[in-house]
C-alpha cells in the first residue's frame, strides 16, 4: 500500500476546496466514516453495478473519501488493483488503514487533486468516483487529467446528486435551519454538491474533456440519518454546524428544536431516513 509523504501539488481553482477538506471538513467526515458510508448504502449496490469492474481491472477512485468504494473495487479486481486519491489527509490515512485491517492488498491511496496530479498515462481501465467529482474548480481540466489516466476507449463511471429539489434531505435539513431566513441553496454551476447535477452541464463537461457515450441514469434511494432521533440531531447539527453558528443563541435552539421535530418525523423501523435522488453517469474516453 501508498505509504505517506508531502501533499501533492493543488490547482488554485481548488485551494478553497482543500482548505476545507483537508481541514476541518474532512475532519468531520473522517470522524463520522461509517455514517457516512450508511447514509449512502443503499446506493452501494447500483454503483458496483454500473462499475461492473472486471477481475483483471485497474481502477481509479477520484474522491475517495476513506475508501469504502476503493476497496470494493479492489476486491472486484482481484487480480488488478485500485487507487483512491482525495484532499484529505485524514481520510487517506483511514483509508489506509481499513484497508490494511480488512485484509485487501491490491488497494492503494494517495493525497491528490485529481485535477493536476500526474496519473501514469493510459494505465487505468475505469474511473469511479461516489460523490466525489462534483468538487473541481475547472471541471473540464480535471476530467481531461482523468481521461490521460485512462487507456483509450476506458470507462467512467459517477456518482452524482440531482437537483436540490430532489434531496428531500438536505433540503429539509438547510430550510429549517434557516429558521425563516433565506434557504442557501447550493450552486449547480460552481464546486459543491450539486456541480454535476445538470445532464445538459454534465454532457458538456465529460464531451469538452474527450468523454464519448454519456448517458444518465436516475435512481431513487433512501438516505440514512441515523438509529434515532437524538443521534440523528448530533450528527445533521455537526454537518451543518456552519449554519448553526451563523444563528444567534435563541434563534438556533429555536432551529434545533425544528430540526429535531423533523427528524422525528422521518424516523421508522430502520431508523431516520429521507428521501434522495441521484445520477448513475457513464461514458468512455475518446
Known amino acids: 500500500m ?29 470522524a463520522n466514516a461509517d455514517r457516512f458510508d450508511e447514509g449512502v448504502a443503499a446506493y452501494r449496490a447500483p454503483f458496483r453495478a454500473a462499475a461492473a469492474i472486471g477481475e483483471t481491472a485497474h481502477v481509479l477512485d477520484v474522491g475517495c473519501g476513506t475508501g469504502q468504494t476503493t476497496r470494493d473495487a479492489a476486491r472486484a479486481a482481484s487480480s488488478g488493483s485500485a ?34 496530479h500526474r496519473f501514469p498515462d493510459g494505465a487505468a481501465d475505469i474511473a469511479i468516483s461516489r460523490h466525489g467529482a462534483m468538487f473541481f474548480g475547472d471541471p473540464v481540466a480535471a476530467f481531461t487529467n482523468i481521461g490521460r489516466a485512462l487507456r483509450p476507449d476506458g470507462r467512467l463511471v459517477l456518482l452524482t446528486w440531482q437537483p436540490f429539489d430532489q434531496q428531500e434531505w438536505l433540503s429539509s435539513f438547510v430550510t429549517v435551519l434557516a429558521d425563516g431566513g433565506p434557504v442557501p441553496v447550493p450552486p449547480s454551476d460552481a464546486p459543491s454538491p450539486f456541480a454535476l447535477s445538470d445532464p445538459g452541464r454534465v454532457r458538456g463537461i465529460l464531451d469538452a474533456a474527450g468523454f464519448t457515450d454519456v448517458q444518465l441514469d436516475g435512481v431513487r434511494e433512501s ?18 454546524a456552519g449554519m448553526l453558528d451563523e444563528l444567534g443563541p435563541g434563534r438556533r435552539a429555536r432551529a434545533l428544536e425544528a430540526l429535531r421535530a423533523d427528524l422525528d418525523r422521518h424516523r421508522g423501523d430502520r431508523g431516520v431516513v429521507y428521501d434522495s435522488a441521484a445520477w448513475l453517469v457513464r461514458a468512455r474516453r475518446r
Open 2 to 30: 501508498t505509504g505517506g509523504g508531502a501533499a501533492a501539488p493543488v490547482d488554485p481553482s481548488n485551494r478553497r476546496q482543500a482548505d476545507s477538506w483537508d481541514g476541518p471538513g474532512g475532519d468531520f467526515w473522517t
Open 83 to 116: 487507487l483512491g486519491v482525495d484532499l484529505s489527509a485524514g481520510m487517506v490515512e483511514l483509508a489506509r488503514r481499513r484497508a490494511e485491517f480488512e485484509g485487501v492488498p491490491n488497494v492503494s491511496f494517495e493525497q491528490a487533486d485529481a485535477q493536476v
Open 223 to 240: 438516505m440514512y440519518i441515523g438509529p434515532d432521533t437524538e443521534d440523528a440531531l448530533r450528527f445533521v447539527a455537526g454537518q451543518q
